[in-house]
């Protein structure tokens, strides 16, 4: 469901900000903000509707790599190689995976870390290897030790091994 909310910015509050998914404004905000924030014009012009639709195509193309199905909100794994692997039997129902893959993403872990300080982790095939570039998303159900940091937002994500094919892959790295 779509909706737009107008409100008046000297009357905002951080809990309107949380609420939103995109933040049109025509001034400065002085609250902090995680949300994307596009400054517009006062009356919105040309230039501004051209920058609204390119935020809102990018957001699109990320989706692309990305499936309802391959979203975990409770996984149970107490190590990294448990969590992989919990997640592996969705993934393989919904992609071609090469059958070292497990193996791919143990080596790549071996070069080294992909876990942030933020409670993130990014495990990824150290090689491009699948048919179609995917990302699978999982929380635990409570952090774990990944190399070094403690994380409990796993994104495992795996590159197409063909060039060339049009995926938008600078808008994913983004």
């Known amino acids: 469901v779509s909706s737009i909310k107008v409100a008046d910015p000297s009357r905002v509050t951080p809990k309107d900000l949380d609420e939103a998914d995109y933040i049109l404004t025509p001034i400065s905000l002085s609250l902090p903000c995680s949300k994307p924030v596009l400054q517009v014009h006062p009356l919105i012009n040309a230039g501004d509707l051209t920058k609204v639709e390119s935020t809102l195509e990018q957001e699109s193309r990320v989706l ?47 070069l080294g870390c992909t876990s942030f300080q933020s409670l993130v982790a990014f495990p990824h095939p150290n090689r491009p290897c699948v048919e179609r570039t995917f990302v ?34 600078p808008v994913l790295y983004q």
């Open 64 to 110: 692309e790599f990305f499936s309802p199905r391959l979203f975990f909100p409770h996984l149970k794994g107490n190590t990294p190689e448990q969590v992989v692997r919990e997640m592996l039997p969705a993934i393989a129902a919904e992609h071609s995976l090469p059958g070292d893959f497990l193996q791919l993403v143990e080596e790549r872990e071996k």
């Open 136 to 169: 699978a998303a999982g929380v635990l159900e409570h952090p774990i030790v990944w190399g070094g940091n403690r994380v409990q937002l796993v994104y495992l994500m795996a590159l197409t091994k063909e060039k060339n094919n049009g995926e938008p892959l």
